[in-house]
């Protein structure tokens, strides 16, 4: 009886320890994540300025539609795409290494910031028709 007493006292001990620990480990995961969250909404933002990308991307509306879903196979939806991406998509047609004779006219003109500005009005937009 009085061994079993101890024991139950020692796992009781060491229970209330491992939970210290994995709430300590679940804490530091928690912070790990939610920095990892804040980081990857930074970067998906780039440092385009929506607003003034829906603007500028008026004249792309003809092909990739006025909400940057296309209805045309030939022509790529846009909407939800990662920023980064579509600015380097951009700027490579802009400077001539990706080439799609149709579009270049319409991107040939654009500056950095006009190509992150388009990069991230497209990228806020919803990828859902
Ligand atoms: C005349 C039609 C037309 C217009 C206007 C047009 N595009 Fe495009 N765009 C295309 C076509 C066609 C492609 C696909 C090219 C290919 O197959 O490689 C494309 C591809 C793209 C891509 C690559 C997408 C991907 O998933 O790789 C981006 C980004 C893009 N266009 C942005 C723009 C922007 C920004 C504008 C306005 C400044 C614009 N386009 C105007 C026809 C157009």
């Known amino acids: 009886m009085g061994n079993s007493e101890s024991i139950d006292v020692d796992s009781g001990c ?17 912070v790990a994540f939610s920095a990892a969250v ?6 998906a933002q780039g440092s385009g300025d929506a607003a003034a990308g829906k603007a500028k991307a008026a004249v ?4 990739h539609g006025p909400a ?14 990662q920023p980064v ?9 802009r400077d001539g290494e990706r080439v799609e004779p149709t579009m ?9 910031q006009d190509v992150d500005d388009i990069a991230a009005y497209y990228a806020g937009l919803s990828p859902c028709p």
């Open 60 to 63: 792309c509306a003809a092909c």
């Open 14 to 30: 060491v229970r209330h320890l491992r939970r210290r620990w994995c709430g300590a480990v679940l804490a530091g995961v928690a």
């Open 85 to 93: 991406y579509l600015a380097k998509q951009i700027r490579l047609f």
């Open 38 to 43: 804040i980081e990857r909404e930074a970067a």
């Open 104 to 112: 270049q006219p319409f991107v040939q003109n654009l500056s950095d």
């Open 68 to 81: 940057g879903i296309s209805v045309n196979p030939a022509w790529p939806s846009l909407a939800g795409q």
